[in-house]
């Protein structure tokens, strides 16, 4: 079984900057597509970034250059680093994994607890 556990969310002003991170762990024989979703209350939940194990990146269009995704592979984790936030950022932000696991090359497909971000003044 493989776990994903997300840190990073709280409370910021417009236009302030937050790091979400995301670590994976388990008996994990690879990791590949490590990405971020978001929902907001009353909406559907979203793709914020998607970032693939060889550093391809995925946004949503409405991302538009204000978050950066990133990993680090030697520690299974995915970072989203998120600035010019707007209160409409505001949601409960989601780390999503896929892969294979240990010693069974089986398939996984994990989901984070979620962590709430809040942008208000």
């Known amino acids: 079984q493989v776990h994903l556990a997300e840190s990073g969310g709280g409370l910021v002003q417009p236009g302030g900057s937050l790091r979400l991170s995301c670590a994976a762990s388990?008996?994990?024989?690879?990791?590949?597509?490590m990405g971020w979703y978001r929902q907001a209350p009353g909406k559907q939940r979203e793709v914020v970034a998607i970032?693939?194990?060889?550093?391809?990146?995925y946004y949503g269009n409405w991302v538009k250059g204000r978050f950066t995704i990133s990993r680090d592979n030697a520690k299974n984790t995915v970072y989203l680093q998120m600035d010019s936030l707007k209160p409409e950022d505001t949601a409960v932000y989601y780390c999503?994994?896929?892969?294979?696991?240990?010693?069974?090359?089986?398939?996984?497909?994990?989901w984070g607890q979620g962590t709430q971000v809040t942008v208000s003044s």
């Open positions: 999503n994994a896929d892969g294979a696991t240990s010693p069974d090359r089986r398939e996984f497909n994990s």
């Open positions: 970032i693939g194990s060889d550093g391809s990146t």
């Open positions: 388990g008996s994990i024989f690879a990791v590949n597509a």
